[in-house]
């Protein structure tokens, strides 16, 4: 589950004045017969100058509103035409000769069946205790549920939706070109390790669905109806068949779910909240995200050596567009999804699970990973501009995180109480942006 504070870069422009023009030697009231001749009709020569206001304020609105259209339109096809560029026959050729090093280098991060974690081992089995003994487990756990804030729940409420809309991730490596599993059950070293990152990815949902389930902390309808939702509503990709900008993200979000997952073991866990047994669950789920992490990250590596102009290319266009995490459109079934993912960033950032310092930070260590700053060779003019983009990224989202912070200090913004119906409509207390 990948966080990030919304940021909105506004483009500027020029607008006609709408004040009318003071007459030679200041300001004088508007006769009747001008108010008449101007349309007022009634020889009110104020309402004549705000109708007048009026209609230059909205012609001034619908010129803002055009010209804002045309410039998004023109972007959007300058991008697709930028990432369909990574469709070209040699581009897509790099896939396929690295497939035998896929073989060799990706497939093994997968654990076999017989030696993976299932989530019966993680928590109560009623088929080990027997009924007294599972009744009493179930009573333990309850016990260790009940000192975890709510903040905590609601974050980890959005790591388990996150998980459980899994659905979505699988169908969308389907869309890359090359490396997509056409037939359900191809043979490629890519489509193998599709299906098996997918069976691995899918323990987790399982396992957090169970504990909440047991746990008593969580209105399980209200979460049951917010993944049926978030299935239901998708989630936005950018570049959809390219696999050079997937991996790019893939390996980002990866990344960032495995700190999520890690931040909230150890904020649950013996030294926080007093909960082992959630601890030891997130920790789980946090180094298969660690293993699933190394693997794109190596891919991604890969096609840097490969082919680091186009690799540097997407990376930055990824970025620019900012990585959030699949369920940027969650939503609670009260709010619209960016107001409640808005809501949810606040929550996060509070409770420590995921924030904007985390979020630069799983950029610099790719940008380690992939050695960024030490490309010279292959690149071209775009490739160059690219680097230095993301080469002053770090240092730009640093900024970000201090005025930020000094915004919130200078208002001296107040708290809001925030009712999150997943855990029975008990209020949040977040200073909201």
Not at 78 to 102: C, G, H, M, Q, T
Not at 405 to 431: E, G, Q
């Amino acid at each position: 589950m990948a966080l990030t504070a919304a940021t909105l870069f506004r483009c500027g422009g020029y607008y006609p004045s709408c004040k009318p023009n003071a007459p030679a030697g200041g300001y004088r009231p508007p006769t009747k017969a001008a108010a008449a001749a101007a349309g007022a009709g009634n020889g009110n020569g104020v309402l004549a100058i705000n109708r007048s206001s009026r209609r230059c304020r909205s012609t001034a609105t619908a010129s803002r509103e055009s010209m804002a259209g045309r410039r998004q339109e023109m972007k959007d096809i300058v991008d697709e035409e930028e990432w369909r560029s990574y469709l070209a026959p040699e581009r897509l050729e790099v896939l396929r000769e690295i497939e035998p090093w896929v073989e060799e280098n990706v497939l093994p991060l997968l654990k076999p069946v017989e030696a993976s974690w299932q989530p019966s081992d993680l928590l109560p089995d009623p088929a080990a205790l027997g009924s007294d003994g599972f009744h009493a487990a179930c009573l333990e756990l309850r016990k260790r549920a009940a000192g975890v804030p709510d903040e905590l729940l609601v974050c980890l409420v959005a790591n388990m939706v996150t998980e459980e809309a899994l659905p979505m991730y699988p169908s969308g490596l389907n869309r890359l070109e090359v490396v997509r599993d056409t037939t359900g059950a191809d043979a490629t070293a890519w489509a193998r390790w599709i299906r098996g990152w997918s069976a691995e990815e899918n323990r987790h949902g399982d396992v957090l669905n169970r504990y909440m389930h047991l746990s008593g902390r969580f209105d399980m309808r209200e979460v049951e109806r917010t993944v049926q939702r978030l299935i239901r509503d998708g989630m936005t990709v950018h570049a959809p068949a390219s696999p050079f900008h997937g991996f790019a993200y893939v390996a980002f979000q990866e990344r960032a779910t495995a700190i999520a997952h890690g931040n909230t073991a150890r904020l649950v866990g013996a030294r926080g909240a007093g909960d082992a047994a959630l601890a030891r669950i997130c920790g789980t789920v946090a180094a298969d995200e660690k293993r699933h992490e190394a693997a794109y990250t190596r891919i991604m590596g890969k096609l840097f050596e490969a082919d680091p102009d186009a690799a540097v290319r997407a990376m930055a266009y990824m970025m620019r567009r900012r990585i959030d995490m699949p369920t940027a459109f969650i939503n609670d079934g009260r709010h619209s999804s960016g107001d409640f993912y808005a809501r949810f960033i606040a929550i996060a950032e509070k409770a420590g699970t995921y924030t904007l310092s985390d979020y630069r930070c799983i950029l610099e260590h790719l940008m380690r990973q992939w050695r960024v700053e030490e490309l010279t060779a292959g690149l071209s003019s775009d490739g160059r501009h690219a680097q230095d983009y993301l080469c002053a990224l770090p240092h730009k989202i640093k900024r970000m995180e201090e005025k930020a912070h000094d915004r919130v200090v200078k208002a001296k913004k107040k708290p809001t109480l925030i009712p999150i119906n997943w855990i029975f409509d008990r209020p949040i207390s977040v200073v909201v942006p």
